[in-house]
């Protein structure tokens, strides 16, 4: 049967509920809280997926439905994980469509009818900092054809020629008359209008509404919590599953005896999953203790004697062994052989977790003719596929009721727990929610690559390179996925910041070694970029350090020629106080570095005590992104980059020992918190043109080579590999 809202989530007193109820009926305080450019916005539903159209709302087009009060829906075709879309896609349609800001609201896009009808809304999938940059075009399409059909739909009604009439603010106005009709009496009409050929979109200069500060949509059910994220998720007959797959990865169950569980109040059945068992019980904490009590032996194969010193040395080994060329320019050896002298550096990084907030969940209910899924992906195509696979139904079957996302970073765009849900649910004959523990999420992620780069550059008399020769031995991400052999040896996301490095390199040669160990591999919030940037910032700092030079000067005199970074590198400079004395214990360090087509630097200002504790207490960044749509939004995605990749580069590392991740929750995998968070100023310095770049991720990678630069001036201690944690910083340089 199909599901709909009332029948989705009947709300039982949850503990989000609970928090917010005590928190008031037992003293504490409990007042309305005014939240600026909330109240201007209409709130979205609380289950943000597709769902019936109101029986008196007209589609327009796939995109947009105007209902008689004028209210528009805008579909979103990306998911809402924090970076904003609900509010920046709708912007994009609005801006074209010249409707009413604060009627407008959104839901996303059916991956069923995507599907079904020739992949209607083009791209579901939401990563690498794409949603504007390779949605705005057609979004804006989508607005201006709709905005056009109304004014047609309106002139016909009139009898006048449409060149006469206007539309704006929900309204289509004859400018001669003054008559107006609201977009409510004329979306039947206009939806049977067929143009000859479909508008011109605007240009920047034409913008009104985009590039405007503006209140997030989904902020109001947010704070209220109100949204339905994937784990609040609530099925009538619903049973529950918690999982245990084998701690070594590839391997599998060799047997288990499940007789200790067997009886147990509430346990329904387990249940046999990809390398693991699922125990299935009408509580999830049933299930989990079940689990745990579970006897299992594990066939952990070769991989179950591997540790991560192991691993560091092979990758250390890889860059003195054979590699694949991805870009050779100039004559690097000549011009090595002729320079003034040689600086070179090897630089390090581990396998990083994902570490959402909300761990990986999923319901499913498996019905011989159709399969219903709630979770929070990246990719409702991707997941429909794979829920069609596991169910072994058509795709047109499938039903992704996409939720809020408590965090994506990468890991939600490929979806194990989809696929663990379904085969629960088709083995029980129920609606099953499967939750992963924490424990399971972190020892079971598909991490950030550990990788080595190791640097030699050749310095002129005048201090700057003549030549650089760059290595970098790290894991292919596509070939963990299964997705390609990379057969040339080069993957793109292994070499970028390298073989595309923006300063002056006369003299390059880049090469790669594509090495995998049994750890599996994926995207991570500015994937390759988070290592190399971290590695070619450092390699500059020494390198102007070795020079005598400052080291903004020395960047400059690198990127002579390239505006668009030396407008972000002044502004950087004169925002961040780049040169201004500090108090002895304290230093400042700059990065800045291009990722998914926006340019982002940052500076950091480090204060270490005598006892080698560090404080980060300011970061400024500033960033070109060509165009912003919602000014806001990048900002709130700067500070997020910032604190993500602060985290990694203080603290955190996924080691491996007997084939197995040792961390296995916040405790060994720790988190900058609040009281420890920099302040961090975001500006801007766009340089406009036809760029649309990212900002879902370009703040991350320059964080930590900032960071570790501005220790260095602190201390004069060099950190090459991460995280910081791991180096002794008492004692002085």
């Avoid at 989809?418 to 099953?432: D, E, N």
């Avoid at 002129?460 to 390609?484: E, F, K």
Wanted: proline content about 5%; glycine content about 10%.
């Amino acid at each position: 049967m199909p599901y709909d809202s009332d029948v989705v989530a009947p709300r039982s007193l949850s503990r989000r509920r609970f928090l917010v109820a005590t928190l008031s009926a037992t003293g504490g305080l409990a007042v309305g809280v005014l939240f600026p450019g909330v109240a201007g916005a209409t709130p979205l539903g609380p289950e943000p997926w597709d769902r019936d159209a109101p029986a008196d709302a007209e589609e327009v087009n796939a995109w947009i439905l105007v209902e008689p009060d004028d209210s528009v829906i805008i579909r979103v075709a990306q998911s809402e994980m924090g970076e904003g879309v609900f509010t920046s896609m709708p912007m994009i349609v609005g801006e074209e469509l010249e409707c009413d800001w604060t009627k407008v609201r959104a839901e996303y896009a059916s991956a069923n009818r995507n599907a079904r009808e020739g992949n209607i809304y083009q791209r579901m999938g939401t990563g690498g900092s794409r949603a504007v940059r390779a949605s705005r075009e057609f979004l804006q399409q989508a607005g201006a054809s709709a905005r056009v059909r109304l004014i047609a739909a309106a002139a016909r009604r009139w009898n006048v020629p449409a060149a006469e009439c206007a539309a704006r603010n929900g309204q289509v106005i004859h400018t001669a008359t003054n008559r107006s009709l609201g977009y409510g009496a004329l979306a039947a009409d206009a939806a049977k209008v067929t143009l000859a050929s479909e508008p011109a979109i605007k240009t920047p200069d034409q913008y009104r509404l985009i590039g405007q500060p503006t209140a997030r949509l989904d902020t109001p059910v947010k704070i209220t919590g109100q949204a339905h994220f994937g784990i609040d998720t609530r099925l009538p007959d619903m049973l529950y599953a918690a999982v245990s797959v084998c701690p070594v990865f590839g391997g599998k169950v060799a047997r288990y005896d499940d007789s200790a569980i067997k009886g147990r109040r509430g346990i329904v059945a387990t249940v046999p999953i990809d390398g693991g068992i699922a125990v299935v019980a009408d509580r999830f904490w049933r299930a989990k203790q079940a689990i745990a009590d579970l006897r299992v032996d594990w066939d952990k194969g070769e991989a179950g004697t591997t540790n991560t010193t192991e691993f560091r040395q092979i990758y250390r080994t890889a860059l003195d062994g054979p590699a694949a060329m991805a870009k050779n320019v100039g004559d690097v050896e000549g011009a090595m052989g002729g320079a003034a002298r040689a600086v070179d550096a090897l630089y390090e990084v581990p396998h990083l977790a994902h570490a959402t907030m909300e761990p990986l969940n999923c319901t499913a209910h498996w019905q011989p003719d159709r399969v219903d899924v709630w979770l929070g992906t990246q990719n409702p195509d991707a997941a429909l596929r794979l829920a069609a696979k596991a169910g072994n139904v058509e795709p047109g079957q499938v039903f992704i009721h996409n939720c809020f996302l408590g965090g994506g970073f990468g890991r939600r765009a490929v979806n194990d727990e989809l696929t663990q849900a379904v085969m629960v649910s088709k083995a029980i004959g129920k609606p099953v929610k499967l939750v992963w523990t924490r424990e399971e999420d972190m020892t079971h992620d598909r991490y950030r690559p550990q990788a080595a780069i190791r640097f030699k550059a050749g310095l002129g008399r005048d201090g700057l390179p003549v030549a650089w020769q760059i290595r970098t031995a790290v894991g292919s991400i596509q070939r963990s996925l299964g997705v390609s052999k990379v057969e040339n040896g080069v993957e793109p996301a292994a070499v970028e910041g390298l073989a595309n490095l923006p300063y002056r390199a006369d003299n390059l040669l880049v090469d790669c070694v594509l090495k995998n160990t049994h750890v599996p591999v994926m995207f991570w919030r500015s994937v390759g970029s988070s290592q190399n940037a971290f590695a070619m910032e450092s390699f500059v700092d020494e390198m102007a350090h070795e020079a005598g030079q400052d080291p903004y000067q020395f960047r400059r005199a690198l990127l002579l020629g390239k505006p668009d970074f030396l407008g972000v590198l002044d502004m950087l400079a004169d925002k961040g106080d780049w040169g201004k004395p500090l108090p002895a214990g304290k230093g400042r360090g700059m990065a800045i570095h291009e990722s998914f087509g926006t340019i982002v630097g940052e500076i950091a200002e480090v204060a270490v005590d005598a006892k080698g504790a560090i404080k980060v207490e300011r970061v400024v960044a500033v960033v070109d992104c060509g165009h912003v749509v919602n000014p806001r939004t990048v900002e709130m995605q700067i500070e997020s980059g910032v604190i993500y990749g602060l985290t990694a580069a203080l603290y955190d590392e996924i080691t491996i020992k007997d084939g197995a991740v040792e961390q296995s929750n916040f405790d060994s995998y720790q988190m900058v918190r609040m009281a420890d968070a920099p302040r961090i100023e975001t500006y801007f310095a766009l340089s406009g043109g036809s760029k649309w770049g990212g900002i879902g991720e370009p703040g991350t990678p320059p964080i930590a080579p900032a960071v570790c630069n501005a220790i260095y001036a602190a201390t004069g201690r060099r950190i090459r590999s991460l995280p910081i944690k791991n180096t002794e910083l008492t004692g002085g340089a």
